[in-house]
């Protein structure tokens, strides 16, 4: 979790040579052919930021970077597993794969190995999980095997390597193990790994718009139900592009902030008797306010406005299309940095000089205290939009951020491997 911020490359490797390289990084390595080859995004959230573990809505879409692995089964129960962001080979048994064994960057794939035996079916305040719901597979019979791979997503940036790492290896293992689990379900193997190997409380969205995404669309994600509906965007139609502005400020969702605020959710839907802020409303508020502290009030109100603000930028882009949809998106930005208080100096100086320069709608995204800002801006603007941002954190003495645009693509999926 504390590895720097990757510096994305001036020009991407196109994913067809990531792809290649990863096939022949397997081999390299292990001195066989793969398999297989599956490939899984990254993710930006279009509006919903820290609605998702209040079993709110969010509305995330699956982006054109992804992380692509190869992988072979073996005869026996080991298992090798190497990326292109290490020099070393980790090695282990689908016996020994537990959260307690795990750390590092493996606890991500790796975890999703233990997870696919220890999920449980999905299940909301209104009907508790039983032994019943137990939905993981056994895996007492499953061979082991070797996995190498690599990422256009960059780390760190709030754009989800996580999610993509883990969807990837979830579709693989339910392939190759003959599972059956629909995607639905591994997106809660993906969330389960995160929080119990690899120790970070995060919600279920990320791995649902990695699984469930689609080109030019993003996942309407329904997270007390998991009801997921895909609503086209029109980016592209409307002459619009959908810029991230990544701070290169590096943040951690194992500890401090994140957590914190969690904690806080927890206790204003407790002091409100309900299982959790989605079942607050607007009208709610003034009730909210007088019953909790001033800050955990703000925490709340930002749940429950940002849930609103979900649910009109759904029908706003049914109603009138993407180029209505900015204020809510500006708003949502005042919301996370004053109520929830998770910006830094720096996406406040995204957004802002997006909002000056000619951007319909921008805000920080992602879970916050670094990371990307989004903007939503005409395309022929945003060579002016980056050249402006580029001076405004000069200006300054920022980092220098790292700009480029992402397209709404297609959830995991089975790569063929020539
Ligand atoms: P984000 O999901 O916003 O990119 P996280 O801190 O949640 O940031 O996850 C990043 C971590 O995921 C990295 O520090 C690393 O441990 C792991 N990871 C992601 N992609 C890869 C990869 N291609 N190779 C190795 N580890 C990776
Ligand atoms: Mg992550």
Redesign the pocket.
């Known amino acids: 979790?504390t590895?720097p911020t990757a510096p994305v490359p001036a020009a991407t490797p196109t994913e067809d040579a990531v792809r290649a390289g990863v096939v022949s990084g397997f081999s390299a390595l292990y001195g066989y052919e793969p398999d297989g080859l599956w490939s899984a995004p990254g993710r930006v959230n279009l509006i919903g930021e820290h609605t998702d573990y209040n079993e709110g809505f969010v509305f995330p879409f699956a982006i054109d970077r992804r992380?692509v692995l190869a992988l072979a089964l073996r005869q026996d129960r080991r298992i090798r597993i190497s990326?292109a962001?290490?020099d070393t080979v980790i090695e282990t048994t689908v016996d020994d794969v537990r959260p307690e064994t795990l750390s590092g960057?493996s606890a991500?794939p790796l975890g999703v190995a233990w997870a696919l035996g220890n999920v449980e079916s999905f299940s909301n305040a209104d009907e508790g999980a039983g032994v019943d719901d137990r939905l993981g597979a056994d895996l007492d019979t499953v061979p082991g095997f070797d996995v190498f791979?690599?990422?256009t997503?960059p780390?760190?940036?709030?754009?989800?390597?996580?999610?993509?790492?883990e969807s990837a290896m979830a579709l693989a293992l339910n392939d190759v193990w003959e599972l059956g689990l629909d995607r639905q379900t591994l997106a809660k193997v993906g969330q389960l790994a995160e929080n119990q190997a690899v120790g970070?409380p995060t919600g279920i969205m990320d791995q649902s718009a990695s699984l469930l995404g689609r080109r030019d669309a993003a996942v309407f994600l329904d997270c007390r139900s998991l009801d997921a509906e895909v609503i086209d965007l029109g980016f592209a139609e409307a002459g619009l592009a959908l810029l991230i502005i990544d701070t290169n400020v590096s943040h951690?969702?194992a500890t401090g902030g994140y957590a914190e605020r969690r904690a806080s959710c927890e206790e204003g839907a407790a002091v409100m008797g309900v299982p959790s802020l989605r079942y607050l409303e607007i009208d709610d508020l003034p009730r909210a306010e007088e019953r909790m502290s001033e800050t955990t009030f703000r925490r709340v109100r930002h749940i429950v406005t940002e849930n609103q603000r979900v649910l009109d930028t759904v029908r706003t882009l049914r109603l009138e299309g993407p180029g209505a949809i900015g204020p809510l998106l500006d708003a949502s930005h005042v919301s996370m940095r004053d109520d929830f208080e998770i910006s830094v100096p720096e996406l406040d100086l995204a957004v802002e000089t997006a909002q000056a320069n000619g951007a319909i709608g921008a805000r920080m995204t992602?879970g916050g205290f670094g990371?990307a800002a989004i903007a939503l801006v005409p395309s022929a603007t945003v060579p002016a939009l980056e050249t402006a941002i580029l001076a405004a954190f000069a200006g300054a003495g920022f980092a220098t951020p790292t700009m480029f645009v992402v397209n709404a693509a297609d959830g995991a999926k089975r790569e063929s491997l020539d």
């Open positions: 979790m590895e992380t990326s962001f290490s960057w991500y791979l690599d990422s997503v780390i760190g940036a709030g754009l989800s390597s996580s999610a993509a790492i970070a951690s969702h992602g990371g």
